[in-house]
């Protein structure tokens, strides 16, 4: 059962929207009438008879929002673009540094296909101006598929705009159409407007690489890191080439630096790595070592190397990439363990199980991850579904075993066009059946060479959603991006595909500016005090239900039945009632 939490904030004390960051809604269909249709027009411009298509105002029953209305669209066979008011606001050039965004809601109702292939277009007056590939647009029912795309600059003249896809002969519903007037002249010495603080208010970790020659306090970057995140993992300097240089000389120098820069600023530490097929020191290679011996130099490597920073570094990788690509093994099935390891042809699958071990002995807090990349989507034939199993065959494996295994990383150096949030999310909750926490450590999303401004807007809304789940959900504490600025990263042509979050010159990026958004609803809900149970009773039985922009969403709603609206935060008879 969802919890209430009843939130005794006056009505107008309320302060709650990101200041950088104008939402205008345009349509969520809750105060038309049912049956009340929209015109629907063709490619030309003409308008299409209601008899092939229609767009139709209707209450809404399958989705995950569970109550208000939707627009019913049907198109038949002429591909047909429904047309809407454009809102106060949305005309007008963008200000500098200012981006307008349009986002909208597709759900599928039942009986339509789980994907259609569509380019969506958006429109002003007559003329098809605007134009995104969406590619496939994946639609299932009871799930939002939210779609977003960047508008430069949206002329006054025909004060209609309009939406739809190119294609015929399919349904869909339309919901909650937002315009979204962002400034990116972001103050990042406030606070109150970064990331960190919202993640430290809900004990969550935005996470960052970073190398010791990027850790100056009295420069820019040095600033933005410790400001914008709450954790640092070294991009290599904890990695074994760099700290056991030669047989059992350690040099703990550059991870010293980056210990100590976050206990000044007090942020956590992630270990990278311990046993990993890559930038392990080249005398491990050339020494004709005999497993017993290699598994004596990964035990004293361990035991040297996470003893050193006992009780400072919260979690490790202890084993990285150790599947092998292009596996298969289907749900259920085994798991496939990269070959071309040093550690795993010289020691077999062993290795893995003994560094665990070691690593929680060395340090029995620590948090122990198994680390890998192309993980995290879980169903559909996806790319990365093969390896997706293979994880989850050998994790469970492992913790079947009874090895100190805490945790799945997932590396995620994927694209703004491959990523699929709610195949994330499964892949989380799969994990968390198993007991086991499901995190993303190296996270970056680069777009096409070079990356569109629509695109841009697509990878924030994707980083906000995966932002989204690390709040949802308590096995998932952590997202750490692999680099800071889009022309600092190990992606070649990075500065064309723009895969991180600030600008080179460290500018917050939209899709920075869409975590602390999604940051900041969790952190404002969880920073009031719940009420007891009986201080319900405060509260008529019949309650009419506003968001927190003031438009009522509900009207005369039962109290008992003011747990089916979609968690988030509402206002009711003048209180705040966060809904989870
Ligand atoms: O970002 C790291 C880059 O600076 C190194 O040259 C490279 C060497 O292998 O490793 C990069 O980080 C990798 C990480 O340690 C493990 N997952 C893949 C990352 C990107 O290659």
């Known amino acids: 059962m969802r919890k209430i939490l009843l939130l005794f904030i006056c009505f107008i004390c309320f302060s709650f929207s990101f200041a950088a960051d104008k939402k205008t809604l345009v349509h969520n269909f809750n105060y038309e009438d049912l049956g009340t249709q929209f015109k629907v027009y063709d490619v030309t411009g003409a308008v299409v008879d209601s008899d092939i298509s229609s767009a139709t105002v209707i209450k809404d029953e399958n989705s995950a929002t569970g109550f208000g209305n939707v627009l019913h669209v049907k198109v038949g066979d002429v591909a047909s673009y429904i047309e809407f008011e454009i809102p106060n606001g949305m005309t007008g050039t963008k200000a500098s540094g200012e981006f307008h965004t349009l986002t909208f809601t597709i759900l599928r109702p039942d009986g339509q296909p789980e994907t259609f292939k569509g380019t969506f277009t958006l429109s002003f007056g007559n003329t098809v101006s605007l134009k995104t590939n969406s590619g496939d647009i994946n639609a299932p029912v009871s799930v939002e598929t939210t779609l977003s795309y960047g508008v430069n600059k949206v002329s006054s003249v025909s004060k209609k705009f309009r939406i739809g896809f190119n294609i015929k002969n399919v349904e869909y519903y339309l919901d909650d159409i937002y315009f979204w007037s962002v400034n990116y002249n972001y103050d990042y010495t406030d606070p109150l407007q970064t990331a960190r603080y919202h993640a430290d208010q809900i004990g969550k970790n935005l996470g960052v690489c970073v190398s010791p020659n990027q850790l100056n306090a009295s420069t820019r970057e040095g600033q933005t890191i410790y400001r914008n ?62 497993k017993k011996e290699m598994l004596d130099i990964l035990k004293n490597h361990i035991f040297k190397v996470v003893g050193h920073w006992k009780g400072k570094i919260t979690e490790w990788d202890v084993v990285n990439e150790v599947l092998q690509d292009g596996q298969n093994p289907g749900v259920g099935g085994g798991y496939q363990l990269r070959t071309n390891s040093v550690w795993y042809e010289r020691c077999g699958e062993e290795f893995i199980d003994s560094a665990f071990v070691w690593a929680h002995q060395a340090d029995p807090d620590a948090i122990l991850y198994i680390n890998d990349y192309n993980i995290g989507h879980w169903g559909g034939g996806h790319y990365e579904n093969g390896k997706t199993h293979g994880m989850y065959n050998l994790a469970k494996r492992l913790k079947e075993d009874g090895i100190p295994i805490h945790g799945v990383g997932m590396q995620m150096h994927t694209s703004v066009g491959n990523l699929r949030v709610d195949e994330i999310e499964k892949t989380v909750q799969e994990f968390e059946k198993l007991g086991l926490k499901c995190i993303i450590t190296e996270l970056d999303m680069p777009g096409s060479n070079p990356s569109t401004s629509s695109e841009q807007t697509t990878q924030a809304t994707k980083y906000a959603g995966l932002a989204d789940i690390i709040c949802r959900y308590d096995n998932a504490p952590s997202m750490v991006v692999w680099g800071i600025a889009d022309n600092k990263s190990w992606l070649e042509n990075c500065e064309q595909t723009k895969p991180l979050l600030f600008e080179p010159n460290f500018a917050a990026k939209k899709s920075y500016l869409k975590i602390v958004d999604t940051f900041e609803k969790y952190a404002v809900a969880a920073s009031f005090e719940p009420v007891i149970a009986d201080e319900e009773e ?14 009522k969403v509900a009207s005369q709603m039962l109290m008992e039945d003011i747990e089916t609206l979609p968690a988030g935060l509402y206002i009711v008879g003048g209180k705040k009632i966060y809904i989870r």
Do not use: C
């Open 229 to 290: 995140f709450n954790m640092l993992v070294g991009e290599n300097a904890m990695k074994f080439d760099a700290t056991e240089p030669s047989r059992n000389n350690f040099n703990f120098s550059q991870g010293d630096a980056i210990v100590n820069f976050a206990q000044k600023y007090d942020m956590e530490v992630r270990g990278h790595t311990l046993a990993w097929h890559s930038q392990t020191s080249q005398w491990v290679h050339d020494g004709k070592y005999s």
């Open 538 to 551: 405060l509260l008529p039985a019949v309650v009419d239900v506003y968001n927190l922009m003031g438009q």
